[in-house]
């Protein structure tokens, strides 16, 4: 069974301040993304990696930084958090990009 | 552009009614499509996808969709459902160009099961 592990499981973060969220999968996975849902919408990808030590941009990159040290491990990165990044954020992986994604359980984020 | 939409944002049905959620996608070439579901408190997992071949795919918990090139749609279907279905059902679309691919999600349904 696939294993995608986020951490923390929820953050109350303040306007401004430095938020990471990590990610960790153990599937031996190539591509990892970052999604954002918002309530009532559909997952929105903010940024993606097929290859350690490179990141791509997705739908909505602004405000957001990634960062892939390893196959492993995958974070995003809100250096000057804002109300608006409230939501909750979903870690993903895959063998590449038209296959089935696996999810970890998600990061509820609250920025005050 | 490639779109997916879920028209009904909210489902109620009485456990052992029939089901059907419907999508309706956006795209210029056969698209690979999926369903996913998400459980309260849970990330999404993915319920069935097509790619080709036969119209009908069968997926997990008795779930099955119908891809129509016709309609562009691909709608999710279950004969009988239970009280833990309850839950949000994405149907996604993988769109191609340039080289590039993209998963686009519809913006869900919200299924309730009324015992």
């Known amino acids: 069974e696939a294993a995608v592990t986020q951490s923390p499981r929820s953050k109350v973060a303040v306007t401004g301040g430095k938020v990471t969220l990590s990610c960790h999968q153990t599937n031996n996975h190539d591509y990892m993304y970052w999604y954002r849902q918002d309530t009532g919408h559909g997952l929105r990808l903010i940024h993606y990696?097929?290859?350690?030590?490179?990141?791509e941009k997705g739908d909505i990159p602004d405000g957001y930084k990634a960062s892939r040290p390893s196959q492993e491990n995958f974070s995003l990165i809100l250096e000057l958090a804002s109300l608006s990044q409230t939501a909750v954020y979903f870690c993903a992986s895959n063998y590449w990009r038209a296959e089935t994604l696996y999810f970890g359980s998600g990061t509820r984020l609250t920025v005050l | 552009a490639q779109s997916v939409t879920q028209p009904d944002a909210r489902v109620t049905v009485s456990e052992g009614a029939s089901l059907q959620l419907r999508c309706k996608y956006s795209y210029s070439a056969t698209p690979y499509l999926f369903w996913y579901v998400q459980y309260p408190r849970q990330g999404l997992q993915m319920l069935l996808k097509y790619y080709s071949g036969d119209p009908v795919v069968q997926g997990v918990n008795g779930f099955e969709a119908e891809f129509s090139k016709s309609d562009s749609s691909f709608h999710l279907r279950k004969a009988s459902v239970h009280w833990s279905d309850s839950a949000v059902y994405f149907c996604?679309?993988?769109?191609?160009?340039?080289?590039?691919?993209?998963?686009?999600f519809g913006s869900g349904t919200q299924l309730t099961v009324m015992p």
């Open positions: 990696s097929y290859v350690a030590d490179s990141t």
């Open positions: 996604a679309v993988i769109s191609a160009s340039s080289g590039s691919w993209q998963l686009i």
